[in-house]
């Protein structure tokens, strides 16, 4: 929002690998352009939605954009809360709340799918457990994130035991049960940035020496494990994704061995019943080793399923080339639709698009801030006549 960039002037011609429609799974999408899940910290502290997330969700369905992915939801009371104030979808009067967000996303022509997430040994905020879990007992790197109300290292988590993992399976499938009672279109499993699931995968914070430990088979088998069950509770009807990427939310420069772990990662996913893969990167069109493909286009050549790609890809440009080149069959915003819900439709008409004002997180990255903010820049823009 400090400074703005014109788009060239467009119609559906302009940039028609974004605009044009496509189907995954079930569901039928009018374009390749998806809002990412985004945590908001914005919910009641029980976990229910607010009428503030209703109006900021269906904004973006408003906004043009063909797909909706929602903030990380937790999955049960016991260890999978990340922060407060955080949404969940635990019980029937969550649940509830969620359904006037979808209601007021589908009446404005959005498609919403409920992303569940368990954040392990990355909890900064549960008021449900003490202390936290991941594979092994090992401190995360880095330092709780303030913006979400944190401060100070991550805890030491305690290893997650094979009750505590059964039960976080079982969280995993009565969430996407709720989710489906809430009127949700799909699911996607939060496989990414440094959570559990990925906690799982990442050799490094992962030392077990059972069936969860050691090779990428077993340190997947926690992530396909839930999608199996998941899949089963909810039928075939329903939407299901995973998101997975290499960096975290704590540990930004985290990579895989290379290209064959890529491989191999995307091809055990792509054995799974899933109707697509979400991932994400810094920024997605780069190389992911260093070899010129992006970690996208592994996705894509390895599992067999859609890809949607995340990671600075506000330029309309640079969103539409990764589809053109075939390295994904959908983009997801994140800064870019924070900066402008409205932002497939202002590619469209040719509209300016701002630069990401960072003020917007701080000094929480809440939808609070955020209407605050906006009311500023508003504000200062009436006195200046604009």
Known sequence: MNSSASVPRSDRTAFPQLFSPLAIGSL????????????????????????????????????????????????DKAFSQGYLFQPGLTDARQSDAWRAVVDAVHERGGRILAQLMHAGALSQGNPHREGTVGPSAVRPKGQQMEFYRGSGEYAVPRAI????????????????????????????????????????????????????????????????????????????????????????VNDCFHKWRGPEEAAEIFSALGRLPLDYIHTTEFEAWKSA?????????????HSGRPVIANGSLHDPLAAAGLIERGEADLVSLGRGALTHADWPLRVLSGTSIAEFDRRILAPLADLENADRLREEILAAQSVAGV
């Open 161 to 248: 035991t094979a009750p505590d993992i059964a039960e976080a399976k079982d969280g995993f499938v009565q969430a996407a049960r709720y989710a489906r009672d809430a009127g949700f279109d799909g699911i996607e499993i939060h496989g990414a940035n440094g959570y559990l699931l990925d906690q799982f995968l990442s050799e490094r914070i992962n030392g077990r020496d059972d069936r969860y430990g050691g090779a990428v088979e077993n340190r997947l088998r926690l992530t396909k494990e839930i999608v199996q069950a998941v899949r089963y509770a909810v039928g075939n009807d329903m939407v299901i994704g995973v998101r997975i990427s290499q960096g975290k």
């Open 28 to 75: 039928e999408l009018p374009n390749r352009l998806a809002v990412a899940p985004m945590t908001r910290v914005s919910a009641e502290a029980d976990g229910r939605a607010t009428p503030r997330m209703v109006g900021y969700y269906s904004s973006f369905a408003a906004g043009g954009f063909g797909l909706i992915v929602t903030e990380g939801i937790y999955t």
């Open 289 to 301: 080793f260093g070899d010129g493909a992006s970690l996208a286009s592994y996705a894509k050549a």
